[in-house]
C-alpha cells in the first residue's frame, strides 16, 4: 500500500549535515568534524529526508516555525527549483528565531492567516502527494524537548483534503 | 480499506445533543428546543460520533482539555463502563474551564507529564483500533475559531505505533 509512516519526538540529537548534500559526488572526503553523533537514523533525521525529497513543489502550512534546521532545508529546495509556499500564522510569524524573515528574503511567497483566528495547522504537502501532519510546531522546543507526533502518508483520501484545505486557505489570505 | 476520514475545523455551531442519546426509545418525542441549528453534520458531530463509538476502551492523550461538550463525551463514555483512561500536560492542566478536574471527580484515571517537557500530543485511541490525531486541542477556541485538522482512521500501519507511544507515556508518568 501507499506510504505510511509515524514519528514520535523528542528526537535524538544527531548530525544531519550529509541530508543536506546527498550526492556523494559533492560531499566531502573528509568526515564532518562536529561533535554531534554521526550515521544515525532519527524522528527528525526521517522528517527532514521526506521535506528534502521535494522534486517539484512543497506547501507548508504551519503555526510557528522558527528551527533553523527546518529553515535551511526549506531554502535549500527553494534553490533547487522546488515551488514552495508557505501559509502561516500571524501572531507567531515573529516569534524568537521566525525563520519567516529568512524565507521572504530568498523570495519564497509566504501568506499569514488574516483573520483574527489562529491558523494552528501543522502539515506540509510535498510534491502534491505526499503528506506530512501532525502536532509538531516546526520549533526547536517540538523538536527537542516536547512529546509530539507526526504522520507522513501517501494514502489518497489523507493526503488530498489536505491539499484542498491548503489551496482555501492560500486562496482566502491573499494579501492583494 | 480500513477508515480514513479528515475533519476541518473550525466548525458550525449546531446542536449535538441527539448524540449523547442515540437510542431513539430513550429520546423525548418532544424536539429540542434550543436555539441551535438542528440536525447537520459537521466536523464537530464528526469527532463526537467518533468517540462515543467507544464500547471497550478510550485512550485520550492531549495538551489541553477544557471544552465542556467533550469532557461530557468523556464522562458518558465513563459512565457506560469505557475504560478511560487521559493522558495530559501538567502545565495546562489548570487552565480555565479545565475538563480534568470534573473527570478525575468522576472516577477517570488521569495521569500528567511529570518531566519538563510539555506534552503536545492531540490523540485518541478508541477501542484499541480507531486513531484520531491532529492539531486540535480539546477546548472551544480550537473547536470554533481556529484553523485546525483532525485524521481519523483504522490503518494499523498509523493506529499500533500511536497505541504503543500511549503505552509507553502511561507507564513513564506513573505517579506511583
Ligand atoms: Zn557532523
Ligand atoms: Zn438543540
Redesign the interface.
Known amino acids: ?1 501507499p506510504l ?1 509512516e ?1 514519528l ?1 519526538f ?1 528526537t535524538a540529537i544527531t548530525c544531519v549535515e550529509h541530508l543536506y548534500t546527498p550526492d556523494p559526488r559533492i560531499n566531502s572526503p573528509c568526515p564532518c568534524p562536529c561533535p554531534l553523533p554521526h550515521g544515525l537514523e532519527t524522528s527528525f533525521t526521517r522528517l527532514l529526508r521526506h521535506l528534502l525529497s521535494a522534486a517539484a513543489s512543497l506547501d507548508l502550512c504551519v ?1 510557528a516555525f522558527s528551527s533553523q534546521e527546518l529553515g535551511r532545508a526549506v531554502l535549500l529546495l527553494q534553490g533547487r527549483g522546488v515551488a514552495v509556499r508557505v501559509l502561516t500564522d500571524r501572531d507567531y510569524m515573529r516569534i524568537t528565531g521566525s525563520q519567516i524573515g529568512a524565507l521572504r528574503s530568498a523570495g519564497i511567497c509566504v501568506r499569514h ?1 488574516m483573520g483574527a ?7 506540509a504537502v510535498v510534491d502534491g502527494r505526499r503528506l506530512i ?4 510546531n516546526w520549533t526547536l ?2 523538536i527537542q ?5 507526526i ?1 507522513v ?1 501517501e ?1 489518497p ?2 493526503v488530498l ?2 491539499i484542498g ?1 491548503f489551496q482555501q ?1 492560500w486562496d482566502a489570505n491573499d494579501p492583494a
Open positions: 500500500g505510511k509515524v514520535f523528542p503555526f492567516e483566528v489562529h491558523m494552528h495547522h501543522k502539515f501532519t501532525g502536532s509538531l522546543t517540538a524537548s516536547n512529546k509530539e507526533n504522520l502518508t494514502e483520501d489523507l483534503p489536505f484545505e486557505l
